[in-house]
């Protein structure tokens, strides 16, 4: 996919704020430190998209971005940073909760892994969190240059086992490194397929379908 534009629409906590539109969206979450504002300046070719962090846990907004005039990339507050007060957890978690429970163009949620680690808590919580929403989403591995290939499959390995106790289907799985550009191509590609309605929510289908003349 060739990024032609991407432009920063608006922060927001409130969905009243979220942006109006029926474009495809795709969001990207992960625990802090995981490598999310990285990932999305691979994805769109652009180095100061989304600030790469030197202090975990300073998002707390969720970022909208348009991206070549026709689809929407979110970048969602990162999770489980302990040094978070609890005020600002809960607001994290109200504000994460109902963009993902309402946003009906929401087409992929992408839930950032850290491929170094053991199966994390925060983010298994979070994965199961999912199961009462019917949101898609996939899971990308990140960071695969840090390690070797086999290390990096015993990972997934070890995390797609704990999946599989959960729930009956297993999400998709893309792995990512911004040294290598691993997973730029594929994720790329996914955006661009499920942007072609392949794999749209009914609802969104029904929503563009009235915006056309
Ligand atoms: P965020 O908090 O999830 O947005 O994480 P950042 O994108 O700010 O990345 C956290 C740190 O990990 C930064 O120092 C990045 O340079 C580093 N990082 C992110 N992705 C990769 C990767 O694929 N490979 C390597 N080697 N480092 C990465």
């Not at 300073?58 to 689809?71: A, E, H, Q, R």
């Not at 499959?153 to 999946?163: D, G, K, M, N």
């Not at 106790?165 to 792995?175: M, S, V």
Request: aromatic letters at 10%; a positive charge; glycine letters at 4%.
């Amino acid at each position: 996919m060739k990024i032609k534009s991407a432009e920063f629409i608006v922060s927001a906590l409130d969905p009243e704020s979220f942006p109006k539109t029926t474009f495809p969206e795709f969001a990207f979450i992960g625990r802090s430190n995981v490598g999310k504002s990285s990932l999305i300046n691979l994805l769109t070719d652009r180095s100061g998209l989304a600030k790469v962090s030197t202090t975990p846990g300073k998002t707390v907004l969720i970022n909208f971005f348009k991206i070549n005039g026709s689809w929407f990339l979110v970048d969602l507050p990162g999770y489980g940073y302990a040094k978070v007060g609890r005020t600002d957890r809960e607001e994290f978690n109200e504000s994460v909760n109902a963009y993902i429970e309402t946003r009906e163009n929401l087409a992929c949620l992408f839930v950032l892994i850290d491929s170094r680690l053991p199966p994390q808590r925060f983010d298994l919580q979070f994965i199961d969190q999912l199961a009462s929403v019917s949101v898609n989403f996939a899971l990308v591995f990140t960071k695969t240059d840090k390690q070797s290939p086999t290390r990096t499959r015993e990972s997934i390995a070890a995390f797609t086992a704990l999946l599989k106790k959960r729930r009956e289907e297993l999400p998709r799985i893309f792995t990512s490194s911004i040294k290598t550009n691993e997973g730029r191509s594929e994720i790329q590609a996914a955006i661009e397929s499920m942007c072609s309605g392949k794999r749209a929510k009914p609802s969104l289908r029904a929503a563009a379908a009235e915006d056309a003349p």
